[in-house]
């Protein structure tokens, strides 16, 4: 079985993202007292090596949120926002950039704007998800998602992003978002709309 | 002159002077290099996962069984003598601790490239392996020197070794 959608059905995986990634950046914008915009979501279907050239350089540094998705739509959900930006988010929380709890603080604002998207998604679609404690982690931004795509691997050579941005108006600050199903994860979700 | 990249389930090798192999942000993955110094050759394969068996329809590259034999292959082709081969392992980290799944995908990928390198009788001369932290490792074909960069600090040579303290041979007195 190899990951391969239709333009309509990536259509619908983009609408998808797009009502998620909305939920996700109200829930965002309430934690931060800030409006939130949001760019148009992508759709990759892509060899897993080439996904991580699609979110950047592989050596970059960066802060990675992770949530498991653990029910019908198993994957992750991954935040990544560069270490300036995640000192950013802190201080708009009143922390102290080098707070001892910046990263339980990070971690508590992914869990809160993934559980968002997640829920949204569920909502539309009527899957049951239940996502896991969120770790975070900064590192190069390839070891960080060829760990996430090697569990994956291993029923695929391609993975699936709905790649989403959240960008907290005039503070120059976003926040990449990706859902990242299991093999079988988006079928689900297409099937249930009715597209599989 | 040119860097060779070896990217998430890809292998690449090389024996020309001023080239590079290149393995960037190895998360789980585990970048396993093969040397032969003498003839100045090197090989360098990202390897994804443990075995093969039962995913005969994916990419074999960057399974650990499969990609041992085709690196040695590939080494090999390039004038690389098998009995001269010294191999380094690099990566097979733990990114997120504590996270279930994902945990012990590194601590697998290294044992599984243990066997298979055993398998072959190629011995393994250096390892910068597990731990929490991304790394890049860089491979000179022409010089064998090997070099490490873990997230937040600078390359380091990992092989040949870079003696640290000085052996210095204690002569017994005879009387």
């Known amino acids: ?196 | 002159m040119s860097d060779l990249m070896a990217r998430m389930g890809e292998l690449c090798a090389s024996g020309t002077v001023g080239d590079q192999l290149v393995a960037l942000g190895l998360g789980s993955c585990i970048g396993l290099v093969l040397l032969d110094r003498r003839k100045g050759v090197a090989g360098l394969a990202h390897i994804v996962l443990p075995a093969s068996e039962g995913h005969k329809e994916l990419n074999p590259l960057k399974f650990a069984d499969k990609a041992v034999p085709e690196l040695i292959r590939q080494v090999t082709a390039r004038g690389g003598r098998k009995p001269m081969f010294e191999a380094i392992l690099v990566g097979g980290a733990s990114m997120f601790a504590g996270a279930g799944s994902t945990l012990e995908v590194g601590v697998r990928n290294a044992a599984a490239v243990r066997e298979a390198l055993a398998k072959e009788r190629i011995r393994i001369h250096a390892e910068d392996t597990g731990g929490t932290k991304g790394r890049t490792v860089r491979v000179d074909p022409a010089t064998g020197i090997v070099t490490v960069r873990k997230a937040g600090s600078k390359d380091e040579q990992l092989y040949p070794a870079l003696s640290k303290t000085s052996h210095t041979r204690v002569l017994q007195e005879v009387a």
Do not use: W
Request: with cysteine; aromatic share 2%; proline share 6%.
């Open chain 1, 1 to 196: 079985m190899s990951a391969s959608y239709n333009e309509v059905q990536l259509d619908a995986l983009r609408e998808l993202a797009n009502i998620g990634a909305g939920t996700a950046s109200t829930a965002l914008s309430e934690m931060l007292g800030r409006s939130i915009d949001l760019a148009v979501p992508d759709v990759f279907v892509l060899p897993m090596a080439d996904a991580i050239d699609q979110l950047g350089p592989a050596e970059q540094d960066i802060t990675g949120i992770m949530l498991g998705v653990e029910g019908e739509l198993p994957g992750t959900v991954l935040m990544l926002l560069t270490p300036e930006n995640a000192e950013k988010i802190c201080v708009m929380l009143g922390l102290p950039p080098d707070s001892e709890l910046a990263p339980s603080a990070l971690g508590e604002i992914g869990n809160v704007v993934g559980t968002s998207y997640l829920n949204a998604l569920a909502g539309m679609t009527g899957i049951a998800v239940e996502p896991t404690p969120p770790t975070t982690v900064t590192d190069m931004l390839g070891a960080i998602v060829e760990s996430i795509l090697a569990v994956r691997a291993m029923s695929s050579d391609r993975t699936l992003l709905l790649d989403s941005s959240l960008i907290v108006e005039g503070e120059d600050c976003s926040i990449v978002f990706l859902l990242v199903p299991d093999h079988g994860g988006a079928e689900e979700l297409l099937e249930r709309i009715g597209l599989a």
